[in-house]
Every structure is written in structure tokens, then in C-alpha cells.
């Protein structure tokens, strides 16, 4: 069982930055395929970025040279920086961890969900 909380959303202005973090609690972090998605207002959940157990990062093209992910397995602990906000970015952010994932942008591959962070990002 991993419980996963979500932190540093907020609102920012277009071309800001801000640092999300996801801490999880439990065992076995690191055993972990961890990942963030976002749902922005009236469409479907989507994948952002992700990071396998052994490190290897997914970023969706969406977001890439922009948004970067990495994980701190002594902290248990994922973390989204994005840079160059867009007004297009506002959404809620997601974490997810889960086992034995073969698509890292399947949503259905991920047994655990943070509650969500608001990002807003003004023009």
C-alpha cells in the first residue's frame, strides 16, 4: 500500500516556474514506476511525465524543454519542475506510482493516486 500527497501547486504568471513535489509513504518506493498527470478543466486525465525504478525518465512532448521530472528514493520522494509556465498548463497535477507498468502514460497502469495539486497560470 503507498499513499501519495501532492504539494507546491499554486498560481503563477505565464512564464513563471514552480516545483511540484509527491511524497509517498509506505515501502518500496524505489520498486516503484512513479508519474505525474494532469486534468485540465472539462478534458481527460493525461500523462506528463514519468520514472521508471531505474531511473529512466519519460517526458510527453506536450510539456518536453520545459517540464522536468526526477525522484529521490531516500525521500520518497518525485518531483515536477516546470519552467515557462503556459496558460495552457492550468490543471490539477496528479502523482501516481505503480508496479509492473508497461504504458507510463496509461493512466489504468498505476495503482495509487495523490489527491491533487491546483496549478493556475494567468496571461
Given amino acids: 500500500q503507498v499513499q501519495l500527497q501532492e504539494s507546491g501547486g499554486g498560481s503563477v ?4 516556474s514552480l516545483r511540484l513535489s509527491c511524497v ?5 518506493f524505489s520498486n516503484y514506476c512513479v508519474a505525474w498527470f494532469r486534468q485540465r478543466p472539462g478534458q481527460e486525465r493525461e500523462a506528463i ?4 525504478s531505474d531511473g ?15 525522484r529521490d528514493n531516500g525521500q520518497n520522494t518525485l518531483f515536477l519542475q516546470m519552467n515557462n ?11 501516481a506510482a505503480g508496479l509492473y507498468v508497461a504504458d507510463t ?12 495539486t491546483q496549478v493556475t497560470v494567468s496571461s
Wanted: with cysteine.
Fill in 56 to 70: 529512466t525518465t519519460t517526458i510527453e512532448n506536450s510539456v518536453k524543454g520545459r517540464f522536468s521530472i526526477s
Fill in 105 to 116: 502514460a496509461a493512466p489504468i497502469e498505476y495503482q495509487y493516486w495523490g489527491q491533487g
Fill in 85 to 95: 509556465l503556459r496558460p495552457g498548463d492550468t490543471a490539477v497535477y496528479y502523482c
Fill in 13 to 16: 504568471e505565464s512564464g513563471g
Fill in 49 to 52: 511525465a514519468a520514472v521508471n
Fill in 24 to 28: 509517498a509513504s509506505g515501502n518500496r
